[in-house]
């Protein structure tokens, strides 16, 4: 192992709680083209059995760090080409250890435009920079006036050139520059104002026309919005350091003096104290307030993608209804409601479109054409989308149900977000070329009910809709990051070789969409697989991608009964040692979880496989082919309560968490717009982090506090202890940083507009929900 690779396993080691000898492992895993599934699952003697959540970790500051070393590369080779690499220069470049700090150090010598300094200098004002400095009993003016020429009209010419030569100086030392960063960092104050006369334009963003706080607090959903209200001209935002102190002189200015010995009453000392407010305010304040900016923006978009993708992960790892005949519609009310009926495979049976609302009015003939196909196709389960015309249709088909004998189908109603994007997606066409775009919509929202994470593979993750501000942060880490959750996910649970489509298959450890469809293809000309040993006849899948994928794909009653398991086909040798000892056949043994736990895992050690996959290989032939996902359970939505007109404070309701997000979590209960569980409302404790207490897809018990038709706004509590006026600066104050106002600036003195910092915190929580509910 190279020097750099042991110092990247020691460092990234040290971050996600591991040994260097785990990380150096995982680390040359991942390079030989090893995926996070397979590691995760498979390699666990390797690793020490890191986690998938370390190894993902391990990956993106593995990438990190050799962009790191990559850049520190070309930094030497610059300054190496200059003739200014220096032993201790060389070191200083060598010991840097984030980008920031790498391009302080860098910035003396990094090729640019010619500057006001370099002019200076070319113009021979060098040495009255050098002599300003090192005589600073002498007058500044008097030093200058030997520097008079053609070029340098006169004193104040010859000191400003000075000036810039000093300033750059100051403004290019790296020790400095990152003192203040650190400073700023800790003191800074970011400031929104509404730009003139775009008050009414702009008032979704009311909040923030007149709002302050620590930059050091400012949550991920605030900074956001707050940088939409930039970009779309409606505010502006500022950086503020030391506003409220009263000394003459500011702390930075004070750094900047200390770090050249300034701040004596000789002449010099006063003129260069003069230079270094000046360079403080000119030059490295604009510096940095970008800095802090763009740091503002990468830390919220970091925590926005990190809540995108724990949400999507719960979205895709929600229950699944499983193999059963389903309806889907998807509602509409002029267009009509579009039908699609799909058996337990997931095999389109029967379409149609009804319409039961203005202008037709044919509420009877669509019930009874519903009724016939869910007799016909013996239908257990009905999906409803939940967008425009949800609520009627749903009310429509209860109506219709109470008619019908029992068994009835149960109905549901089901997330759509997302499947418009599929209808009109090549994946879509590829699988129902013949079918109107209107009516695989239908597909999509029954097939999700059947098997959430099968049907949405389908759609681009970021497409699905359960993240805040997804379209104003980076898209290629976003991407990134949720093609990393849904490559989990699905190796999580595991695909059926034989009816997954290939968009699953794509998914799986070490495949592809090419092989993918190559699977498909082999499987189509060639029949079901009996075997995953028969995957290696696939055009172009080798030994090595077998290796990769053969454990997270499922064959049910094939010829090898393990082949159903999750253990790796390189590991059968072991299992059937282990269903050896127990003197059964394989078949029988599965599931027997009372001979299996009689076993002692110690015995079938080998010099390959350790005690981790000897214990995995037990527990999965005690429950084999076992689904990580909770079981299925649904909401059931108040009756009568149909629209937010309807709803009252007090009332308890029954809904779907359909997002969550920093400052609490979304709840759909069945009136077209989601109501807000703000986080001090999640339960009768403080609670950091929404997360803990629900996620996407829990059916939950809420109470209404308010609600606010005009702005579209419901207010929803789970707490327990009769709050229902509780509010969200109560947890806030408490020190918490889980409430919106928890991490709010608390410096003393007025603020513009005479709103006191308590109104900023109060306001706040409006933010929130006026930004929260644009999604709706």
């Known amino acids: 192992m190279t020097t750099d690779a042991k110092r990247h396993a020691a460092l990234i080691a040290t971050e996600i709680g591991a040994r260097p000898e785990q990380a150096a492992a995982a ?26 959540t370390q190894l993902r970790m391990l990956s993106e500051r593995l990438s990190y760090l050799r962009d790191l070393d990559a850049r520190r590369e070309t930094i030497l080779g610059s300054i190496r080409e200059q003739g200014k690499l220096t032993e201790e220069l060389e070191l200083k470049i060598v010991s840097a250890v984030t980008k920031a700090e790498l391009e302080d150090i860098y910035l003396p010598y990094k090729p640019k435009r010619r500057t006001k300094a370099e002019i200076a200098r070319e113009r021979g004002l060098g040495p009255l920079a050098e002599a300003i400095l090192a005589e600073r009993a002498a007058e500044p003016a008097k030093l200058a006036e030997s520097y008079i020429t053609e070029e340098i009209a006169d004193v104040k010419a010859a000191l400003e050139g000075a000036r810039d030569i000093i300033a750059e100086q100051f403004a290019e030392n790296a020790d400095l520059v990152g003192r203040l960063r650190g400073y700023m960092k800790e003191r800074a104050f970011l400031r929104s104002r ?20 620590r930059w050091s607090g400012v949550p991920s959903h605030r900074a956001l919005a707050m940088l939409r209200g930039r970009n779309e001209d409606v505010l502006s935002l500022d950086i503020e350091v030391d506003a409220d102190d009263p000394s003459p002189v500011k702390p930075p200015v004070r750094m900047v003096a200390e770090a050249y010995a300034l ?60 193999s059963r005949s389903t309806m889907g519609l998807d509602p509409g009310i002029r267009t009509g409601v579009k039908v699609a009926v799909v058996d337990g495979t997931g095999k389109l049976v029967a379409t149609t479109t009804v319409y039961p609302f203005p202008p037709r009015n044919d509420v009877r003939g669509t019930q009874a054409e519903l009724a016939s196909l869910i007799r016909k196709h013996n239908v257990e389960l009905v999906a409803i989308g939940n967008g425009t015309g949800s609520r009627e249709t749903e009310k429509l088909v209860a109506e219709m149900l109470g008619d019908m004998p029992a068994p009835k189908p149960l109905k549901v109603v089901v997330s759509e977000a997302g499947a418009s994007v599929y209808s009109a997606s090549e994946t879509a066409a590829a699988e129902f070329p013949d079918l109107d775009v209107s009516l695989r919509g239908a597909v999509s929202i029954a097939r999700r009910l059947q098997d959430p994470l099968a049907e949405l593979v389908k759609i681009e993750p970021k497409s699905i809709g359960v993240g805040q501000y997804q379209h104003d942060v980076d898209q290629y880490r976003l991407a990134k990051a949720l093609d990393a959750v849904v490559e989990d996910a699905v190796n999580a649970v595991g695909v059926d070789l034989n009816t997954a489509s290939a968009s699953l298959l794509a998914r799986v450890s070490g495949l592809g969409a090419s092989l993918a469809e190559a699977i498909v293809a082999h499987r189509n000309t060639n029949g079901a697989f009996s075997s995953r040993k028969e995957l290696l006849e696939v055009t172009r899948l080798g030994q090595r991608t077998f290796e990769q994928c053969a454990g997270f794909l499922r064959i049910p009653n094939g010829n090898e009964p393990l082949d159903a398991s999750s253990v790796h086909p390189e590991a059968y040798g072991v299992a059937r040692r282990i269903v050896s000892a127990c003197g059964r056949d394989v078949r029988a043994l599965m599931g027997d979880s009372g001979a299996l736990k009689a076993l ?31 079981a ?58 929404a997360h803990e207490v629900v996620k996407a897809g829990d059916v939950v018990k809420v109470r209404v506090l308010e609600v606010d038709v005009k702005r579209k706004r419901i207010s929803l509590s789970m707490r327990k202890d009769g709050d229902a006026g509780g509010r969200p600066q109560q947890q806030a104050r408490s020190g918490g940083k889980g409430g919106h106002q928890s991490q709010q600036a608390q410096r003393g003195g007025g603020r513009s507009g005479g709103q006191s910092r308590e109104q900023a915190s109060q306001g706040s929580f409006g933010a929130a929900l006026a930004e929260a509910f644009k999604r709706k």
């Open 263 to 322: 701040g004596g009453d000789l002449p010099g000392d006063r003129w260069l104290m003069e230079v270094a407010g000046w360079t403080w305010r000119v030059k490295l304040f604009l510096h940095l307030t970008l800095d802090l900016m763009r740091d503002l923006r990468e830390q919220a978009e970091e925590e926005a993608i990190r809540v995108f993708a724990r949400n999507l992960k719960d979205l895709l790892l929600a229950a699944p209804a499983g």
């Open 27 to 52: 680390i040359a895993l991942l390079d030989e083209g090893a995926t996070v599934p397979f590691i995760a699952r498979y390699r666990k003697e390797v690793t020490g059995a890191l986690d998938d």
């Open 600 to 630: 002692d895992p110690r015995v079938f050690v080998d010099e390959r496989f350790g005690l981790p996959t000897v214990r995995d290989i037990i527990s999965e032939l005690e429950k084999p082919g076992r689904d990580p996902r909770p």
């Open 632 to 689: 299925f359970r649904t909401a059931t939505f108040a009756e009568g309560i149909d629209d937010i007109k309807d709803l009252k404070p007090g009332m308890s309701l029954e809904g779907t968490v359909t997002n969550v997000a920093a400052f609490g979590a979304f709840v759909d209960i069945g009136v077209h717009q989601d109501g807000l569980v703000h986080v001090s409302q999640l339960a009768d404790r403080f609670v950091k982090d």
């Open 194 to 213: 509404v730009v003139d006369g775009k008050e009414e334009a702009g008032a979704k963003f009311s909040d923030y026309f007149d709002h302050v706080e």
